[in-house]
Structures are given as structure tokens and as C-alpha cells.
């Protein structure tokens, strides 16, 4: 997965240096690439935004440096699709980042200030995701998201190859509790059957876990979702 991103902050993006992300990069799984807008200006300041037509608040990121940018970052990442991070995007979830796995790479672009001008996303943008309901100071963030939902589900890049497979979501669920040692912790003890060495019995109670909480906390979710074949066998038992 060939990742390249414009941003104004490519120091921001040391943070997916660390853990799984890390891993896959170290490892050739990963590739990430940065392009600084600023690199591709003519004046003195370096200058890549300006204020807006009409009026208001804040700044707007200019055309020029940011198509710049994108033109290298297309050139080096030819067939890789420009995905621009915006809360006026299309709702990023786990069948978008699985949907994105499969592709071979892709351009992020992460707007700062007000947003940029229009006419970049017309001429040079081919996609615009949102990342949640809320603004954001810039689109790093988000790209780093999108970034590390989908760099988890390449292949190899797990340790355990299924965890991402197990994850909540994958299945339409919540996650079932986890616990580890010791037993008994000021007075509080691991539920029994996690301990019995009886696989279908814990199965079995992880699937009641994950169903009874996705049921109290996001019953929207069950909404969508009928019980697989394996699910059901494994609750009559
Ligand atoms: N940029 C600012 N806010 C954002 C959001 N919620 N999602 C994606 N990009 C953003």
C-alpha cells in the first residue's frame, strides 16, 4: 500500500512511525510519502493561503502550490486515486477502510485554515471523506485515521493473521470483553468459563458479550444484521 500525503505538518506524520503502522512501514507492507504545499511556492514567505473572496473568517488555502504538490505526488504514485479529507466528505467507516485496503495506494490531501479553494477540488480531487461530525484544525488527523484503519487490514501486517478479522465492526458487532492476568484483581475475578480451556463454551459467551452490548450501546447496529448460520449453532449448544 503506497501512501503519499500533501499537508502543510509532514512532521505530524512521525506518529505513524510507531506500532502497527510503524511495523507495516518498516517492513515494506506500508509506504508513505510526503508533500509539502510549501515547497511548491515562488515567493519569499512561502505563501499558501489567502483570504477569501466574499468575506469572513480565517484563511483559504490558494490553488497554485497545493495543485503543485499533487501534480509530483500523481506523477510518483501514478493509478493512486486523490482523496481529499474534508467533514463534507462521505462518512468514512470499517467497509470504506476495507474497500480502500484493496487498492494499491492513494493521495491524501489534508486541508488546513477554512478549507481550500474549490476550484482545487474540481480540477484535482477524486474522492472527499469525513472522518465524524465534528471539525477538525486540518485534515492530518484524518488522514492518519484512514491511514491506520486500512494499513491493519493489509495482509501480514497483524501479527495474529485473524485479529483483524475478530475486531468489532468486522462482524457488525461490538467487541466482547478481554482480560488478562492475573485472575483475581482487588476482588474483582476473570468470568470462570475464560479459564475452563472450553472453546466452544467461551465462543459462546463472547458472542452473548458482543450481542448484549452492541444491544445496550448501538442497537442501531443489530438493526442491520441477521445472526450468521455458525452463530446460531453455536448459541443452541
Ligand atoms: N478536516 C477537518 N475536519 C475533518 C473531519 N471531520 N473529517 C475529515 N477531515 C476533516
Request: proline share 5%; charged share 30%.
Amino acid at each position: 500500500m503506497r501512501f503519499d500525503v500533501v499537508t502543510l505538518f509532514p512532521e505530524m506524520f512521525e506518529a505513524a512511525r510507531l506500532g502497527v503502522t510503524g511495523k507495516a512501514l518498516d517492513t515494506g507492507k506500508a509506504s508513505l510519502k510526503l508533500w509539502n504545499p510549501r515547497d511548491y511556492t515562488d515567493d519569499t514567505h512561502r505563501t499558501v493561503d489567502d483570504r477569501p473572496y466574499g468575506g469572513g473568517p480565517g484563511m483559504v488555502m490558494m490553488v497554485e502550490p497545493l495543485k503543485a504538490a499533487l501534480q509530483e505526488a500523481k506523477a510518483a504514485a501514478p493509478g493512486s486515486r486523490v482523496i481529499y479529507l474534508t467533514p463534507q466528505g462521505q462518512r468514512f467507516d470499517q467497509m470504506a477502510a476495507r474497500e480502500m485496503a484493496a487498492r494499491d495506494g492513494m493521495i491524501l490531501l489534508a486541508g488546513r485554515y477554512e478549507g481550500i479553494d474549490e476550484r482545487l477540488v474540481d480540477c484535482c480531487v477524486d474522492e472527499e471523506w469525513s472522518i465524524g461530525d465534528y471539525v477538525l484544525s486540518g485534515g492530518e488527523l484524518a488522514a492518519m485515521v484512514i491511514m491506520d484503519a486500512v494499513t491493519r487490514l493489509l495482509p501480514g501486517v497483524l501479527g495474529h493473521e485473524d485479529s483483524a478479522q475478530q475486531d468489532s465492526y468486522m462482524n457488525g458487532l461490538l467487541d466482547f470483553p478481554q482480560y488478562t492476568r492475573p485472575d483475581a484483581l482487588e476482588g474483582r475475578e476473570v468470568p470462570d468459563v475464560l479459564l475452563s480451556g472450553n472453546h466452544a463454551a467461551i465462543g459462546k459467551w463472547r458472542l452473548k458479550q458482543a450481542l448484549g452490548r452492541t444491544w445496550l450501546r448501538r442497537p442501531d447496529l443489530l438493526e442491520q444484521r441477521e445472526l450468521s448460520e455458525e452463530e446460531q449453532r453455536l448459541l443452541e449448544e
